[in-house]
């Protein structure tokens, strides 16, 4: 009888709900089609407002073009007739106040001067219901704004409409924030010659807010420019992300990474109707997007389904609601504990378990309590050493970066003093001193940029730079820098470098780290006695090993020597380390791929041994300028610096290099010398203390005429990609890092200067890309800026691929640059791509190479400026 009416029951419940969810998604499909309809209606309605709005701002700046005082205006300014064109000035200002009294929706109307400057004749603001002219001592020049600069191309009559963004004042966004659309039209004489223009900055606020109040209560309307960055939203702090740096854009509100130009999108229960419009020919497009909630009317079907569902249910099992009464129980409070295990599973707090019953269900309920409170505790632990970890990293991170810059300031007077000191009035003594102090300092600054990159060691992705190393050098003074402690403790420290020939290829920065960290273990252990240093060659391979009279290592701690943080077993009163030394030898042994023998007897002593393949290939020769100085000559030079060591070391070099140094201490200082003078080249420091950003005062520089085209290069102590990055994007073209190489700052000079091509295995043939654009001054350069933004993306897009061992971004890099390089005859370049191709990590090519190819470009694109804004040289 029970598994009859089971199954009747069964039977039953399952035609009911069968019926409800047909009947459900019949009523959904209808829901659907009539928000579609209502949305349509709506994108229409929102569409032709902005298209009202736009035809009325394009009949009103061709109003302000084309009248009987503006064209008595620009009939003055054509024939320079001073005194009718300050007589047609005020006729125009009489007729743009009453214009902009007449329009609520405009906030600002403006005459501006066709000069270089592009200053302001007339100006009129609304600050609410307040009409001001400004006074002529407060007008501005706008002559580097992008509206200017597009505006005054333009032919008689044609429009100007700028994309949607927030008004500024100054540089900076004025309060309160304005969503603006600006109107401009040139102003040309009867011979076509630019006198002017007139501009109309319309403000959104009015007519979004008009937008916004139009669609329904459950609709939501929104409004995003061409590149996706969203302009109109309920929630204004969506908007205009990226004039505060960030982002967000359409896609990023609908979820998707590609947004259609027209269609309907179903984004959770929100149905989504999107159009891209184009109000005017010059406008650029704008894509609207109006949505609407369908979950109350969804919910009110689902209720109703439901409610007749239940009945049903309810009607059949009453039948068998006696037979079923105790297995209800059991399934009832079953669940009750499943539930809670699903909410527990899904990261939500589990409550109402019955933990105080005393059957199987309680005991049940009970067990999964006692296992949630372990969970609980195990993941909070995790989740506190987490936290603690990353906040640890970040303290790592900060001290490394502090660290580096902290000892890399000083390192540059360290090696720029030392050496400035002549060697030839010292004794040998002293001329030993000071090629050690030289050897050390130059060494430590290499360590300290390997400092920064211990992130990359860990991950695997640390490289050597092979080049034809002098390894009797090294290990003379590995052994010279040890000989002092070994003296103090009475230990004979011996060299004998054997039949190691000069010239072997391998990094001499990680066999110096290698054989530092043996020797200085072997003599910091060894308490009588002696330590040895022999090298030889056997079959294009060094080996060299370091043996002690010292304690010896036991055999059970011989292997765990090698692992970080752990150190073999010594004495009381020996001096505490980290046990980082030979766990780093081990690993740039790796890199080079060599190894590390080990044979130790208690009591006797300990001797490690090295064996180095020598690296393929020829070897990296460093560049040394050699040049002479007299190429120098009448080379103009500014350097600002706050550093007052740092700015004699520089006025020192200039008279030895024999080229005209200017020096600047601050911002104030620089902007008026570069007011005043003119130079053929800057040098500017990164960090002027709390004066200003060196970026920012390259951006300001660039803003003068005279230096559009001038090399600037930046002068740090950080050495992080992104120091330089930001650097180059702020306008400077390269950057030398400090402490400063004396050989690479002349290098740097005459690179930059135009008396060296060091950096260059070709000539790059700008000619042939401005030949594409028929040599016509202003679009090249357009052109020279795009292909300059589109290398800088490229260069850190390479950096960064190569060093997460990315093949598939490198090759995408190679294929978008190749064409480029092909058009600019750059054929040394085309092959430094495909030796891209060689690899990624630690097997990937130098990269040298690449980035010098973009260091001629960026010079061939910054003299080809320079030829087409000053044809009569940067002081015209």
């Known amino acids: 009888m029970t598994r009859a009416t089971l199954v009747f029951t069964v039977f039953v419940v399952a035609s009911t709900l069968i019926a409800g969810l047909l009947v459900f998604r019949a009523g959904r499909e209808q829901i659907d089609a009539m928000a579609r309809e209502d949305l349509g209606r709506a994108l229409d309605l929102t ?50 106040g009453s214009f902009i009294r007449s329009r609520s929706l405009y906030a600002q109307v403006r005459l501006i001067e066709a000069n270089d400057a592009g200053e302001e004749l007339v100006r009129f603001d609304r600050d609410g219901a307040t009409i001001r002219r400004t006074p002529t001592p407060e007008l501005q020049s706008k002559g580097d704004r992008d509206y200017v600069q597009r505006t005054i191309v333009l032919g008689k009559g044609e429009r100007y409409f700028s ?106 229960a929100h149905i989504w109707s999107l159009r891209t419009v184009r109000l005017h020919a010059r406008m650029r497009p704008l894509t609207i997007a109006v949505s609407t909630d369908t979950r109350p009317f969804v919910t009110e079907l689902r209720d109703r389904r439901n409610k ?194 000069d010239g072997f290829i391998t990094d001499p920065l990680r066999l110096h780290q290698i054989l530092d960290n043996l020797v200085g273990n072997a003599v910091k252990y060894t308490e009588h006695g002696h330590v040895d240093i022999e090298a030889h060659e056997d079959k294009d391979r060094l080996i060299i090993t370091v043996s002690d009279s010292g304690p010896g290592i036991a055999e059970d701690q011989r292997s765990r020597v090698f692992e970080r943080f752990e150190q073999a077993s010594r004495r009381a009163g020996d001096d505490p380390s980290a046990g980082l030394g030979l766990a780093i030898t081990s690993r740039l042994l790796e890199l080079l791929g060599g190894g590390i023998d080990l044979a130790s007897t208690v009591g006797v002593g300990s001797r490690f041994t090295v064996r180095i393949p020598e690296g393929s290939g020829t070897g990296t020769v460093q560049r040394r300028s050699g040049m002479d100085k007299r190429i120098f000559q009448g080379l103009r030079v500014l350097y600002v610096e ?162 997460r061992n990315d093949r598939a971004a490198i090759d995408r890099e190679r294929h978008k640059l190749r064409p480029h390089f092909k058009l600019l005859g750059m054929e040394q370049g085309i092959i430094a791509l495909d030796h891209l191709a060689g690899g990624v990590g630690q097997d990937a090519p130098d990269l040298r190479p690449i980035m010098d190819a973009f260091r001629c470009c960026e010079r061939a694109f910054l003299f080809h400026r320079a030829k087409l804004l000053f044809r009569e040289g940067p002081d015209a």
């Open 47 to 96: 569409g032709l407002r902005l298209s009202t709005f736009a035809n009325t701002l394009d009949d009103d700046i061709g109003f302000l073009a084309d009248n009987d005082p503006v064209n008595d205006l620009v009939r003055s300014l054509s024939v320079k007739d001073t005194l009718l064109a300050r007589a047609a000035i005020d006729r125009v200002a009489l007729l743009m």
């Open 163 to 268: 994309p949607v963004d927030l008004n500024r004042e100054h540089g900076r966004i004025s309060r309160p924030v304005m969503p603006t659309l600006r109107a401009g039209t040139p102003l040309r004489g009867d011979d076509g010659g630019l006198v002017g223009m007139v501009v109309i900055n319309a403000d959104l606020r009015p007519l979004f807010s008009e937008l916004i109040a139009s669609v329904g209560q459950r609709q939501q309307l929104v409004i995003a420019r061409d590149d996706g960055q969203l302009i109109l939203h309920p929630d204004t702090a969506l908007t205009f992300r990226d004039e505060y740096g960030g982002s967000y854009k359409l896609a990023d509100l609908l979820g998707t990474n590609e947004v259609p130009q027209e269609g309907t999108l179903e984004v959770g």
């Open 308 to 501: 007749a569902m239940l009945i049903t249910v309810a009607i059949a099992g009453s039948f068998v609601l006696l037979s079923l009464v105790f297995a209800r129980s059991i399934a009832r409070r079953l669940m009750i504990i499943t539930s809670q295990v699903e909410r527990y599973a899904a990261g939500d707090a589990t409550t109402g378990l019955p933990v105080h019953r005393k059957d199987e269900i309680g005991r049940l309920a009970r067990g999964f309590w006692r296992m949630q409170e372990r969970i609980d505790l195990r993941v909070k632990e995790l989740e506190e050493a987490r936290a603690s970890a990353e906040r640890a990293d970040a303290r790592r991170r900060e001290l490394l970066a502090n660290m580096s810059h902290e000892v890399r300031t000083p390192l540059n007077a360290i090696l720029g003093m030392s050496d400035a000191i002549r060697p030839e009035g010292l004794g040998s003594a002293d001329r030993e001193r000071l090629s050690t102090v030289q050897r050390s300092a130059h060494r430590l600054k290499r360590l300290v940029d390997d400092l920064l990159l211990s992130a990359r060691i860990v991950e695997g992705r640390l490289k050597v730079d092979l080049q034809r190393t002098d390894v009797r050098q090294v290990l003379q003074d590995v052994a010279q820098a040890h000989r002092p402690l070994a003296e103090e403790k009475g230990l004979a420290l011996r060299l004998n470098p054997g039949n190691v020939r």
């Open 642 to 803: 706050d550093v007052t060591t740092n700015r004699m070391l520089m006025e020192h070099w200039a008279g030895e290099g024999g080229w005209k140094l200017r020096l600047a201490s601050n911002v104030a200082e620089a902007i008026e010398v570069t007011r005043k003078e003119c130079f053929d080249l800057l040098l500017i420091d990164l960090d002027l203390g709390e004066d200003a950003k060196g970026t920012e005062l390259a951006w300001r520089i660039r803003g003068l005429r005279k230096y559009r085209a001038v090399p600037m290069l930046a002068v740090t102590a950080y050495v992080d990609d992104d120091t330089a990055d930001e650097a180059l994007k702020a306008g400077l073209n390269d950057r030398i890092t400090k402490p400063i190489d004396v050989d690479e700052l002349a290098e740097q000079l005459a690179f930059w200067s135009g008396r060296s091509d060091v950096y260059c295995e070709e000539t790059v043939n700008v000619n042939a890309l401005s030949a594409q654009f028929d040599d016509d001054p202003e679009r090249v350069l357009k052109a020279l800026d795009q292909y300059r933004k589109e290398f800088l993306g490229a260069r850190t897009a390479i950096r960064t691929a190569s060093e």
